[in-house]
């Protein structure tokens, strides 16, 4: 393993990595651990969706382990979907397309993922792009709307997605998004609005089978939605929260693919 770990830690815009290679072996690990180590959690059903090939419900597998202190939590699902669904979810939720002349993946903006996320994350009310790195790092601000009573939560968050990729060790193809917290206060402009610093930290990665037309979706995340909501009772309720996320994007697809 590299120096480099995901973790809770606020990063400066100097101290982010900037090896592309060391931030995917970092990814890989912390999902690959997933099955091998973490507690497995609840499973959630969810309808299924003209765009899963085998017609069965959407089931998202939840696992949570503790690292050092942190509370991780993680999904995984899997979906019988053909390769054009694939390359929508990719694009939509990576930011890369698939080039039809030269079959080679390119993302042509990097903060694309940022800006497609209020499409379909039901309480993610707004977000801004502040800053690109050299090294390919995304800043950006997003706002959630928990519900009332609790006031909007504001995150700050450094973006990395990586296009789809072949590894030596494996037949599947792999894209990945890793996000770390950054090192940022209040964006002012929202200060008298009493909103709530809060964090997360997370890998999301697809793997995708051409041959099995089967597609991986695993996503870790430690989080914190800062305020008076105690650490056990968000611990409790984020699996289901994140688990959402599963259907809601196949659901915007479909509603994009039908247009």
Request: charged fraction near 30%.
């Amino acid at each position: 393993m590299t120096g480099f770990q995901l973790s809770p830690q606020p990063y400066d815009n100097d101290e982010l990595p900037t090896n592309k290679e060391e931030i995917k072996e970092v990814g890989e690990f912390m999902s690959r651990d997933v099955l091998k180590n973490w507690k497995k959690g609840k499973c959630y059903k969810f309808k299924t969706n003209k765009l899963i090939k085998d017609k069965k419900d959407i089931s998202v597998q939840t696992y949570n382990k503790h690292i050092d202190s942190d509370f991780w939590m993680s999904r995984v699902s899997h979906h019988k979907i053909d390769k054009d669904t694939y390359y929508k979810i990719v694009y939509y939720l990576n930011g890369s397309k698939k080039d039809p002349k030269t079959g080679k993946w390119v993302m042509k903006d990097r903060a694309f993922r940022s800006k497609m996320e209020k499409e379909y994350i039901e309480v993610l009310n707004k977000f801004e792009i502040l800053e690109q790195t050299d090294s390919g790092w995304v800043l950006v601000n997003l706002e959630y709307e928990l519900g009332k009573p609790l006031a909007t939560r504001e995150f700050n968050e450094w973006v990395y997605p990586i296009e789809p990729y072949k590894s030596k060790s494996s037949k599947l193809e792999t894209s990945m998004i890793v996000c770390l917290v950054a090192n940022r206060p209040l964006k002012e402009s929202t200060i008298h609005e009493n909103h709530t610093k809060a964090y997360y930290a997370s890998v999301e990665k697809l793997e995708y089978d051409y041959e099995k037309e089967e597609l991986i979706w695993t996503m870790c995340t430690t989080s914190d939605a800062g305020g008076n909501v105690p650490k056990f009772l968000q611990n409790a309720t984020i699996a289901k929260t994140v688990a959402k996320d599963i259907p809601y994007l196949f659901d915007y697809i479909l509603k994009k693919s039908e247009k």
